[in-house]
Each structure stands twice: as structure tokens, then as C-alpha cells.
């Protein structure tokens, strides 16, 4: 079989599995954490222009948008997969180095509303979307990466798989709805290789696919079902024409949904080991700011390609910039959403302490990627003191991961200030409780 039709028998078998409580309470963590994303995405640019751009779309459909609005579910998909991914807080599964929260359940969400499914069912097809692009992230591997960005790329897979298990395709059908979902799949990492918007977008567009395709899958569109594996296939095309043979082998088996990474700073999370190493360091030889002559960073090569602004001049360089994410952790102990306010890329102290900030790629750092993501951060004192700290994992990584009450912390950091902190904990309060929804 094609690996799109290793998906779709999996896809019947998984709507009849009894899924581990295990399973189920990660993918509820899940949702807590893509809400946490998707209202903290709203007050972003590309989101006001994108609601001015669909406003002939929204009004009318099953589904909704955060301020409950109506839509349909591509619309819908569309514009809260943006959201979710545009403030650079959303989930990861590092070994496949992607975001598979914002597209898989913006879509997702999207079908369930559309189609009055339970919000168990909701949940499941969450779950079946992660389990399936996971994995072919996995597969497509860092020669894919080079190039693509896998949460707009990998994500429409994840999304068309939720939408295939929500709009109820059959074996064929979701096999199809993959196989044309590859042909929209797309996202390039120079999108955000300098100043620019495009990147949230990638997340909508991939959510948006993912819907169509399911949706035409039901309809009877076909596509070619080696689109993965085929000669001229998604693996050979973007990747290194990687092995497809074993993709489905844990399938039902291992979840990798229980194995997310769930941002414990704001920003590119390639930079967080070395914010994290800094504020160990920090702490535990009790410096302050003054004392810092340098700091030197040693970490794997994309962190340097993608976190690779030196002298962030907006906002959304300063999220990918590693010597601003250092000097904020030292100046003010912390990496949250106070960080990008418009006076801290001035402020002459952060200019100055961003100054004292390198980094370089250590070997055998970057050999680990991407199933660690590790820094080692030494720091020299006004006083010629060295102290040196490695990193080996990100707070929040499966390793060192948030516990519910700490990923709760988050979400209601970034959500009850958008819709007040009554109805936050109600919304979180339901997410627990998802079971026992009887429609969405």
C-alpha cells in the first residue's frame, strides 16, 4: 500500500479504537494550549487585514471564529489557523520540527461546529490528525526542513486528516483527501528569513487545505495516492526521497501526542534552551544584569538559521532574534508578551546588553537535532568569572514538560486579558471537559 492508504486504514480502525485516558487528557492539554495561541494571535496585523479581506465570507455557516461570529469551516480554518500560529506561542513535536496544533485543530474545530460533532469526536480527530502528520514529518526529516516550513507543509496533512475523520470519509476517501492535500501543501522557511507576515498564513492556508480536501474527498474527488511516495512525490520533490516503508508501523501504538512541546517562553522556540541555560545561570550564581561582560551561545544550526536576527528592528524580529530573547531574560527574568512591547527594541540598556550576545553552532549539539534541542550558554562576569550552563532539553519539552497547572498558568496569561477572566476559566473549564460535550 501507499502510504496515503496505510493512513486511511488506519483512519477506519482509529474511529472505533478505545482510546487510553492518557491519550485523551494530552489531547485535551492540546487544546488548552491552541486556545492560548489562537487569542493571543488575534491583535496581531495579519489578522485584522485578514478579517477585512474575508468579510464577505463571514456572517453565515456552522462554524465560528472567536468573537462568535458565523463562517464556514474553510473560512473558518482559514482564520483561526492563522491566529493560532501568530503569536509564536503554539505546541511542536520536535522530532518532526513542526507546530501541529494551529492547522490540525483549527480544522478540526472547524468540521465539528460545521457538522454538530460531540466534543469527543472533536477530540479524536485532533488526535488522528497529530498521530498522522507527526509522522510524516518525521519521515520527511531535516532535509525537508532546509527549505519548507513544515507547520504550513506537514500541517496540511494534519489537517485534512481531522477534517477526514470529522466530515466521516470512508477508507478510500480519506486516502484521497491526503493524496490532494499534498498538492496544496506549501511554505517556505525565506518567508520569515527577513521582516515579513507570511508566516501565521502558512498555518491558516494549511488548515483551509486540509478542509477542502476532505471536503472534495466526500464529494468523490480523487488524487493520486502515491503523491507521498511516488517518483515524483511529496518525499522525493521537498525531501531527500526518504524511506516510506515503516510510516505507519506505531500507529495505534505509540501516541505523539502525548509527546508535545508547549512553549514556555514567546517566541521562536529554537531559542528557548538558551534562554532557558541563561536564566539557570541567572539564578543560580545570583547575577544581575551589571555583572555580565558576555554571554556566549553554542547551539544547533537552524536555531542560528531561523532565530538569525542579529539587530531585530520590529517586533516580529525580535521573536526570531536570539541576542534579544538573552538580553530580555537578563534584564527582566522572564521571555512573555511584555518582551515585544514597542519600547524594549529601543531601550538603550537591551541595545546594549543584545551587544554582548554570540552565538555559534556547537557540532555536536546540532548532531542531536532534531530529536534534542539542547544550548550551552557560558557567561563571563565583569570580574573575569566563567560559569557554564547545557541546556539538554527546553522547559516544555516531553523531558521537562509544563504540568497541567503550569500550562493552565499559561493560558490564562493569555487569554483572559482578550476575553476577561470569567469567561477564561469557563472556556478552560469546558476544554476539560470535552467528553461531555454533546455538539460543538
Known amino acids: 500500500m501507499h502510504a496515503t492508504e496505510v493512513f486511511g486504514a488506519y483512519a477506519e480502525s482509529f474511529e472505533k479504537q478505545t482510546l487510553p485516558h492518557e491519550v485523551l487528557h494530552h489531547a ?85 461546529q ?41 500541517g496540511a496533512f494534519g ?14 476517501q480519506f486516502a ?11 511554505g517556505l522557511q525565506q518567508a520569515f528569513r527577513m521582516d515579513s507576515m507570511s508566516k501565521p498564513l502558512h ?23 502515491d503523491i507521498l511516495d ?7 520533490a521537498m525531501s531527500d526521497g526518504p524511506d516510506w516503508s515503516g510510516v505507519g508501523s506505531t500507529l495505534g501504538e505509540i501516541f505523539n501526542i502525548t509527546r508535545l512541546t508547549f512553549k514556555n517562553h514567546i517566541g521562536c522556540g529554537h531559542a528557548f534552551p538558551a534562554i532557558d541555560a541563561t536564566l539557570a545561570l541567572m539564578a543560580e550564581h545570583h547575577l544581575q544584569a551589571s555583572d555580565i561582560r558576555t554571554v556566549s551561545v553554542a547551539t544547533y544550526g537552524p536555531a542560528l538559521d531561523i532565530a538569525c536576527y542579529a539587530q531585530p528592528r520590529t517586533e516580529n524580529e525580535a521573536r526570531f532574534s536570539i541576542p534579544f530573547v538573552i538580553a530580555t ?41 532534531p530529536k534534542q534541542r539542547s544550548a550551552r550558554v557560558e557567561i563571563e562576569t565583569m570580574d573575569g568569572r566563567r560559569h557554564v ?4 532539553d527546553r522547559k516544555g519539552d516531553p523531558e521537562l514538560p509544563l504540568s497541567d497547572r503550569e500550562l493552565e498558568g499559561k493560558f490564562r496569561e493569555l487569554v483572559a486579558p482578550v476575553i476577561g477572566n470569567r469567561e477564561a476559566g469557563d472556556l478552560l473549564a469546558r476544554i476539560w471537559s470535552l467528553d461531555s460535550v454533546i455538539a460543538m
Do not use: C
Open 203 to 225: 498555518a491558516g492556508r494549511a488548515a483551509e487545505a486540509g478542509v477542502f480536501a476532505a471536503d472534495m474527498a466526500r464529494h468523490g474527488t480523487t488524487g493520486s495516492l
Open 176 to 186: 484521497h483527501a491526503l493524496a490532494t492535500v499534498g498538492t496544496f501543501s506549501a
Open 389 to 392: 550552563w547545557l541546556q539538554k
Open 159 to 172: 489537517a485534512a486528516a481531522a477534517a477526514g475523520l470529522g466530515f466521516g470519509l470512508s477508507r478510500i
Open 114 to 154: 460545521a457538522r454538530k460533532r460531540s466534543g469527543s469526536d472533536f477530540l479524536r480527530s485532533v488526535i488522528l490528525g497529530y498521530e498522522i502528520s507527526t509522522r510524516i514529518g518525521v519521515v520527511l526529516g531535516r532535509a525537508h526542513y532546509k527549505y519548507w516550513h513544515n507547520t504550513g507543509t506537514v
Open 28 to 112: 485535551k492539554r492540546a487544546v488548552v494550549d491552541w486556545y492560548a495561541a489562537l487569542y493571543s494571535g488575534l491583535s496581531t496585523p495579519p489578522l485584522a487585514q485578514l478579517s477585512t479581506i474575508l468579510e464577505e465570507d463571514i456572517g453565515r455557516g456552522s462554524a465560528t471564529l472567536p468573537d462568535g461570529r458565523h463562517a464556514s469551516a474553510r473560512t473558518a480554518a482559514l482564520f483561526n489557523g492563522t491566529a493560532a500560529h501568530a503569536a509564536e506561542v503554539d505546541d511542536s513535536f520536535k522530532d518532526a520540527m513542526y507546530h501541529p496544533g494551529a492547522a490540525t485543530i483549527a480544522a478540526a474545530l472547524a468540521v465539528a
Open 230 to 236: 511516488g517518483d515524483a512525490g511529496f518525499g522525493r
Open 329 to 369: 531574560a537578563i534584564l527582566h527574568g522572564s521571555v512573555r508578551q511584555a518582551a515585544y512591547s514597542s519600547g524594549r527594541l529601543a531601550d538603550a540598556e537591551m541595545r546594549a546588553m543584545m551587544a554582548r550576545v554570540t552565538a555559534v553552532v556547537d557540532p555536536e549539539l546540532d548532531l542531536a537535532f
